[in-house]
Each structure stands twice: as structure tokens, then as C-alpha cells.
């Protein structure tokens, strides 16, 4: 069996900079990851809020901090973590495809995408049904396609949409929207119409999506369209298993509870990144993946 100073889960930009950092530390570290490593990073189309890059997308980037952090860190990817358990002074984690112990462990878990929870919505994913414009919106180029949400991902896969050729509409539920100002004003200028005040009641179509029923929260008012596509950004689940397994601390909506060094109630325990709830921003999970990596290390050192 494997042995390690550290284990970090998740790949996201928060895991790939505390394999950055903590390899750099001299611990031995490995980094695991159920899917590629990148996570919800990868879906992002454009960035122009990341320090250093007037504007660059997720995939870009996460391609250059994966290929940094292996310099020092080996990264498995397409592994799950099935459970993580204290094993006398270690953890004992097992995947589906092995064993590992480790002193300390980092949760960079991170999210996953909140379904509609509407009829049709799982028939027809991938027949219509969309969750990420950057991995399926060249699909959808010169077709009607809408938007379903009102925050930053929203407005910017809007904005992707538009710019590759898709006949775009958004539709948020209510009559303002939560994304920044500056991406609020790119909608105006690119024309990108907007329906106010609505949810979408139901999903539609033989062998693919046909159509969307559509109503209006105000009035409770239906109008079913027409629609070759429909690309669903409502907000994230944390995806919290592990660190309920574990016994770490969750707030009311099931993010983990962190103090300032990213460490949980279990001793040798950090988290760091969208897991952590707060901005689901970038340089946010990158800056607490580098907090856990130097915590977990200094820790180890005092104890070790």
C-alpha cells in the first residue's frame, strides 16, 4: 500500500495549486481525481478576471497549472475516492482502483451542476438537454438555444453561445440579474435577448428536444417555444460525501466549514476551493489550495 505525507482529492484549480505548492514543500504528495483534472474549471469559456491574463479560457489554464504541478506531484486522474477513513495516525483512502494512507488529507472537491428538477430534463440530456456550453455549444452553432439562469457562468456561456453562431436567448427568474456589470453590459452590446421573470415548467420532444414550456412567475403565465437546445446554469451542489463521512463540519448548505489556514474540525484535515462555499471564484480557490498546501506541510512539521 501507498504511503503519503499528503493526499490531495479533487483537481480543480484549488487541488492543482496545492499540488504546486506542496510538492514544492519536498512532502510526498499525490493528487486524485474522479474525473480529468480541471473539474467545473474546464467549462469555463472565458476568463478576464484572473490575475495575469487579460483574458483566457478555463481549458488554456488548466492545462498550464496541471502541467506545473506535475513537476513536482503525480496526478491520477479518472480514480474515485470511495472512502476515507482514520487509520491509527493516517487516513486510509480507498478508491475504485486502490489503497492509499496518508497523514493528512485535502478535500478540493468542489461542485456539481443543480438540475432544473423538471419533467424531460433528464430525457433528453445530451439529446438537447445541456449543462456546459463550452464542451457542446459548437453543437448548437446557427440553432436556437437558451440560456437558463442569471449569474456570472450564465451570462458568459451566454456570451460563448453568441460569439460561435448559436441563437441565444436568456431566461432567469427574476427581473434583475446577479452576473457582474461589465458581463450585463457585453449582453446588451452582442444584442442577447433576455425573458424576465421565468422558469422553464418542462422540456419536450420525441427522440430530441423540441420544446420548452415557459412560465412566468409573475402571472403563471405558460408559452411553450421552440428550441433546439438548452443549456441549464442555476447554481452548484457541494459535492460533500467524503467530508461527511469523515465528520467535517458543514454549513446550513452543505459547504465545509474552514478556518483562515483552510483546516476542518479533524486534525490533518483542509479544504479548500468551491467546497469551501463563499465566491466561487478562481483566484479564490487558488489562493486557499496554496493556504491548505502550506498548513498541511507546517503541521506535519510540528508533529512529525
Not at 225 to 249: H, M, R, T, W, Y
Request: aromatic share 6%; with cysteine.
Amino acid at each position: 500500500m501507498e504511503k503519503y505525507d499528503i493526499i490531495i482529492i479533487g483537481s480543480g484549480p484549488a487541488g492543482l495549486t496545492s499540488g504546486i505548492y506542496a510538492g514544492r514543500q519536498g512532502t510526498k504528495t499525490l493528487m486524485i481525481d474522479k474525473g480529468p483534472a480541471g473539474g467545473l474549471g474546464l467549462e469555463v469559456p472565458m476568463m478576464e478576471n484572473y490575475p495575469g491574463y487579460e483574458i483566457i479560457a478555463g481549458m488554456s489554464l488548466i492545462k498550464e497549472m496541471k502541467k506545473q504541478a506535475l513537476k513536482t506531484t503525480p496526478l491520477k486522474e479518472m480514480e474515485e475516492i470511495l472512502s476515507v477513513q482514520p487509520n491509527e495516525d493516517n487516513f486510509l483512502i480507498k478508491s475504485n482502483k486502490g489503497e492509499y494512507l496518508s497523514k493528512s488529507i485535502i478535500l478540493c472537491t468542489g461542485n456539481q451542476h443543480r438540475k432544473l428538477g423538471v419533467k424531460g430534463e433528464d430525457k433528453f440530456l445530451g439529446r438537447g438537454v445541456c449543462y456546459c456550453a463550452t464542451c457542446d455549444g459548437p453543437l448548437f452553432a446557427g440553432k436556437k438555444v437558451f440560456m437558463i439562469g442569471g449569474g456570472n457562468t450564465a451570462v458568459q456561456e451566454a456570451i460563448f453561445l453568441k460569439n460561435i453562431g448559436c441563437d441565444v436567448t436568456l431566461v432567469h427568474r427574476r427581473d434583475e440579474l446577479r452576473a457582474d456589470k461589465y458581463l450585463q453590459k457585453k449582453l446588451e452590446t452582442l444584442n442577447i435577448g433576455i425573458i424576465w421573470d421565468t422558469v422553464v415548467e418542462e422540456i419536450k420532444g420525441e427522440i430530441s428536444l423540441e420544446t420548452i414550456v415557459l412560465k412566468n412567475v409573475k402571472t403563471s403565465q405558460e408559452n411553450e417555444v421552440e428550441a433546439q437546445g438548452i443549456f441549464i446554469s442555476v447554481g452548484d451542489i457541494p459535492i460533500n460525501k467524503l467530508a461527511k463521512e469523515l465528520g467535517v463540519n458543514l454549513d446550513q448548505s452543505g459547504y465545509i466549514i474552514t478556518d483562515k489556514f483552510q483546516k476542518t474540525n479533524i486534525p490533518r484535515v483542509y479544504a479548500a476551493g468551491d467546497i469551501t462555499g463563499g465566491y466561487k471564484q478562481w483566484v479564490i480557490a487558488c489562493s486557499e489550495g496554496a493556504v491548505a498546501a502550506m498548513a498541511a506541510y507546517d503541521d506535519l512539521e510540528k508533529i512529525y
